[in-house]
């Protein structure tokens, strides 16, 4: 079976959407099985062709959605011309609409964009390449001739800033309630929240990928693969380039409490000011990387907007938010890191034109 116990009718969709690709079916003893949102599966096949396959999970609707997203991609690079070689992606071998199925062809030898992060091997070369590829697909169909979502994203959610709804309110953890509490009080974050959403509505739109976090980059030696395009859409620029921002400050804060990881409220709190002096170290080594993307970003030729790297800025102050949201699931209480994380998230959102220059989006 290809996807787990709670995939076999998408394990026979994929037994189905291989071998009418003719590339034969998945050898049972090397799969290797992923779950999460989408139950994904790899391996060799019968006809010697190693192979990545997604199933698109969730509510239909949406996963169909999704699956249209992914094509579009693959329409986008079809469409592109050669300049557009920096951007890549792992080659689409077919997709199923029925089964809500696309393969990919397997990358060999590859690591994740966060294992090397992980590693301490992401480089400012690493960073230029993927700035040069983020900024080749914002460049992309400037005329718009491929159809893309034009839906609105779903996160900021900022009806969530006034009252949750009663079956999140419900279902949510002690910190999510907690952290809601918090932005919904505090006026002038929601109020920076609600400006960037604004911002972002006005923006002169592009494809962008919508869901940018390190472990979505794909290295193979000193080739840089793209990958989830899930939520592809016409949308702002600074959404992609303030996640990438966002990912090195969530990695970077992470390291605010020093030994022992202050993971647990129990644990020791760090003084403010051995906390600030923290953060500026670790910024101090983090602004290379961005200074790099943004580098490689300026090398594929996009015209700026004069106010893209201050919602880029704020963009990555959601990010932190979000990174925080996701960690408070099933948690009691927000860590002291956590809250760290808060308050320059607030910092970002709502001065987020002073913090550019510190951030390493311009000079």
């Known amino acids: 079976m290809a996807l787990g116990e709670a995939g076999r009718t998408a394990g026979n969709g994929v037994e189905r959407l291989l071998r009418g690709l003719s590339l034969g079916s998945l050898l049972p003893k090397r799969v290797v099985s992923y779950s999460g ?7 060799p096949t019968t006809e010697g062709v190693d192979v ?38 792992p080659r689409c071998l077919g997709w199923s609409e029925e089964d809500l ?11 994740s964009g966060a294992e090397r992060a992980d590693s301490g091997d992401f480089t400012v070369q690493d960073a230029f390449r993927v700035g040069a590829a983020i900024g080749t697909l914002h ?4 005329v718009g001739r491929i159809r893309l979502d034009t839906s609105p994203p779903a996160l900021p959610p900022v009806a969530a800033l006034t009252a949750l709804s009663l079956e999140k309110h419900r279902t949510a953890s002690a910190a999510e309630l907690r952290l809601w509490s918090i932005l919904q009080q505090d006026e002038e974050l929601a109020a920076g929240i609600r400006t960037l959403r604004e911002r972002e509505a006005l923006a002169a739109s592009c494809p962008v990928h919508g869901d940018f976090r390190l472990d979505q980059l794909l290295f193979a030696g000193d080739v840089v693969h793209l990958l989830d395009f899930e939520e592809l859409r016409r949308g702002d620029p600074a959404r992609d380039i303030g996640a990438y921002v966002g990912e090195w400050l969530h990695r970077a804060i992470g390291k605010l409490s020093g030994p022992g990881g202050g ?41 700026l907007d004069p106010a893209l790297r ?21 948690r009691s209480t927000l860590t002291p890191v956590q809250r760290a994380a808060l308050g320059i998230a607030r910092t970002l959102l709502v001065s987020p034109a002073a913090v550019t220059t510190t951030l390493g989006l311009e000079d």
Not at 37 to 43: E, L
Not at 59 to 72: K, S, T
Not at 101 to 111: C, Q, T
Not at 266 to 290: W, Y
Request: net charge neutral; with cysteine; proline share 3%.
């Open 310 to 330: 201050e919602r880029s800025a704020a963009f990555a102050g959601w990010h932190l938010i979000d990174r925080v949201l996701a960690q408070s699931v099933q």
């Open 139 to 142: 460049g992309l169909d400037r």
């Open 52 to 89: 990545f396959v997604k199933h698109l999970g969730g509510p239909a609707e949406d996963a169909e959605r999704r699956l249209r997203n992914i094509l579009a991609f693959e329409e986008l690079l079809a469409t592109a011309s050669e300049w557009a070689s920096q951007l890549r992606g």
């Open 263 to 303: 993971t647990d409220a129990a644990e020791a709190v760090p003084s403010t000011k051995e906390m600030l002096c923290r953060a500026t170290r670790e910024l101090a080594r983090t602004r290379p990387l961005i200074e790099r993307f943004r580098d490689g970003y300026d090398s594929a030729g996009r015209a």
């Open 37 to 43: 949102r989408n139950d994904n599966c790899s391996g």
């Open 101 to 111: 199925l696309v393969a990919f062809e397997l990358v060999p030898s590859a690591v």
